[in-house]
């Protein structure tokens, strides 16, 4: 690993706007910030570092993605329409099963070439039968590429179909062929039960654990597709070894009606009472909440990732950013692989989220600053992937895990003395305005180039694995999935029905 002189033309250390600053250099020794200074100080106490000058850039903590599933061939290009979260779930039964290694190397190709030097891999299946090879396949993806990744080891016991408690009567109802096809696939995608799982995580941490660039989590898929005494063993043990817990919850207006017959003293309150509510615990989504839980997501310190482009993309609604952040919940962002302008760029995400929270009430909740968006995309999203306090900030002694921007698009031709640069930032820069990645002290992207990697080939190889799971093997699967499609609409559309 090389000692580097990074010397921008400005620096924001931390997400406080205040703290920008104009001169200054990092010096990084051993993957570490070693000292921040002006550069030629710099470079007299370095003489043998390599010199890295970003003129017309911005340095800042790389951003963290907290919430994505490792799908870098969107679901768009694969075939899938935008539609209501079950039955764009139900769609993939349709197609075959994709090379977890190819198209989780493009995600984390993409992320990093946009910014994004952390994130958090949630739970997610192809179906190949064997879920533990899945899961290295992704993690070696992820090391290949150099990003920093927190893998959540999922796990799912029920309502593979529909919610529950609805779900014996939905089957019953359906044609006994499509039945005989459901009941042959769902539940079994992951590692299986209480016990297996918990196997596997150790497994996993034994192989893993001492990897400075990989977390390990559980990630159980969330309280409707997961019962009490699976999520409560999961979390037991999350306890034991001090893992987190990432989630999803009240994602869907679907969910929400669920979660009202399932568990009538509210989703957090019950996740709570099964010690799966804590400040370990990671909640993606977080649509249909109300003001209790809000009240239990931030009394127990947990985290929340805001994913607004696939919300509005799967019909699930828009978040209350404004209302969490003003109850001090931490907030952290994401792109679930569905961003609006389906890119998976996460400053524009964030800008999206921004604008969603800007409430038409003059007596409404204060939008979010400047400093708190900041925070969503750095130190939150470290905090939600256990990095932190390593990294989500630029200081002596931290992991040197940065982005520099170029600014041209922020301020070209004109921008006003007046209208602060992070602001500016936040409103007008896109991810494709990155000129330099740098993950643990080692640069992974620059000018538009991976480091030793052949973004053309981690492309091919994706679209190749794509165009094999076209179609299931068994022909049948196709048609079943329309004709599933065509039922799971009349369930919910009951279901949901005030």
Not at 172 to 201: F, H, K
């Amino acid at each position: 690993m090389k000692d580097t002189i990074v010397a921008p033309d400005y620096l924001l250390a931390r997400p406080q706007a205040r703290t920008l600053a104009a001169g200054l250099a990092l010096a990084i020794v051993e993957g570490r910030i070693a000292q921040i200074d002006e550069p030629n100080v710099l470079r007299e106490r370095w003489p043998r570092a390599e010199f890295i000058a970003l003129p017309g850039c911005i340095v800042m903590p790389g951003l963290v993605n907290a919430h994505q599933h490792g799908r870098g061939l969107s679901q768009i290009q694969l075939g899938y329409h935008d539609d209501f979260l079950e039955t764009w779930i139900a769609s993939r039964r349709g197609h075959g099963v994709l090379d977890a290694y190819a198209v989780t190397r493009l995600a984390a190709a993409r992320m990093l070439s946009q910014g994004v030097t952390t994130t958090i891999h949630a739970n997610y299946s192809y179906g190949s039968g064997n879920y533990e090879a899945e899961v290295r396949a992704q993690l070696r993806a992820y090391d290949e590429v150099g990003l920093r990744v927190t893998m959540c080891v999922g796990a799912l016991d029920r309502g593979a179909v529909v919610y529950p408690p609805e779900e014996p009567c939905f089957m019953a109802g359906l044609p006994a062929d499509l039945r005989d096809w459901l009941s042959q696939c769902g539940v079994g995608t992951y590692a299986g039960g209480a016990d297996a799982t918990i196997a596997l995580m150790q497994r996993l941490r034994a192989d893993f654990g001492g990897h400075p660039r990989i977390r390990l989590c559980y990630g159980p898929a969330g309280p409707q597709w997961v019962s009490d005494e699976l999520m409560a063993a999961l979390a037991r043990d999350a306890d034991k070894n001090g893992l987190g817990l990432h989630l999803h919850a009240l994602e869907s207006p679907a969910q929400h009606a669920a979660a009202a017959r399932l568990f009538p003293s509210g989703v957090f309150a019950h996740l709570r009472e099964l010690g799966a509510l804590h400040e370990r615990t990671v909640v993606a989504h977080g649509v249909w909440v109300n003001e209790a839980d809000i009240a239990e997501l931030a009394c127990a310190g947990a985290s929340v990732v805001r994913n607004p482009g696939c919300n509005l993309r799967l019909r699930n609604g828009i978040a209350p950013l404004a209302r969490y952040l003003a109850s001090d919940v931490r907030v952290a962002i994401g792109t679930d692989n569905a961003a609006l302008d389906d890119n998976e760029d996460l400053l524009s995400e964030l800008r999206l989220a921004a604008c969603l929270a800007r409430e038409p009430d003059w007596n409404g909740q204060a939008p979010a600053t400047t400093d708190q968006l900041l925070a969503m995309a750095t130190v939150n999203g470290a905090a939600a992937a256990q990095f932190a306090p390593e990294v989500g900030t630029l200081d002596v002694g931290k992991r040197a895990d940065l982005v520099a921007i170029a600014l041209e698009r922020t301020c070209s031709p004109y921008l006003d003395g007046d209208m602060p640069l992070p602001d500016a930032l936040l409103a007008r820069a896109q991810g494709s305005d990155v000129r330099l990645a740098m993950v643990d002290g080692s640069v992974r992207y620059k000018d538009g180039h991976l480091i030793g990697l052949d973004l053309e080939e981690i492309e091919q190889q994706a679209a190749r694995a794509a165009g094999k799971a076209r179609r299931p093997p068994r022909s049948l699967d196709h048609e079943r999935a329309l004709a599933l499609h065509r039922h799971l609409c009349g369930h919910y559309q009951h279901a949901t029905r005030q």
